[in-house]
């Protein structure tokens, strides 16, 4: 007979969700051990298997995808549940899950997180930083309450709002070749070294593949932990960047850099709210949408 508990369902959903037995005992607040023979006890119960382990990490079998449809449902029941009751004990209780893209995450996020979270005492926010393609997915798969994600990706069948806009642009030490230009095309830059994230972020993750459609490969000399940064190294020269407009005209008021808007179309950052049904979501992540979709404070 299977006994699978909560703790049992949220921890399979989050070694899922993080291809990993290891990441997934971090998120749901476990030590590896203790993650690793909850799994077996549940595989045993079963009397199947429900990961495939390589050296890349895991990845569900039909069993294991079978449960994490169900897994996924319960939880998010008990989580409508606790928001639903929380108005009966004076306030919400409970976690959004969010997943965003990395401009969003780094420029925008920020400030509204703040404001909410100083409303909402009861209410934490977990976030994630994914490419709007694996956005797109993971919600529609139920593995987040919501995710923001760059305008021009399909968001198929999922309710969209619109957040905030940006663009792209590249940046350059004064003084630079490219400097002296009005506006500059993503093939051209790929012409010169660059400074930007560290490979396992999602914006350097999306420029990668636009530079392999180009045929041509990211010089990266140095990868850092922020926009920031990477205008910093820019401005002692080492090479050119590709960061938000809003980093680059905070930047440039203090660092010596210039800022060239880039040509191409997927430059322009309409970023949109997704999610699978906004009316299945618990009121403290409705709340939280309405929170994301109100104007920006002057």
Known sequence: MMRFDLVDLGLFRHVVEAGSITHGAVRANLALAAASARIRAMEVSLGAALLTRSRQGVTPTPAGRALLVHARGL??????????LAAFSGGAVGQVHVLSNTNALTEFLPEVLSAFLARQSGVSVEIEERTSDEIVGLVAEGGADLGIVAGTVDTGALETY???????????????PLGAAAAVAFADVLEHDLVGLDRTSALTRFLADKAARTGRPMRLRVQLRSFDAVCRLVECGVGLGIVPETTAARAARTMAIVVVPLLDPWAVRDLTICVRAFAALPAFAQDFVTHLRAPPTA
């Open 75 to 84: 939880l998010d029941g008990i989580d409508r549940m606790q928001g639903d």
């Open 162 to 176: 619109p957040f905030r806009q940006d663009r792209f642009v590249a940046v350059a030490a004064v003084g630079h």
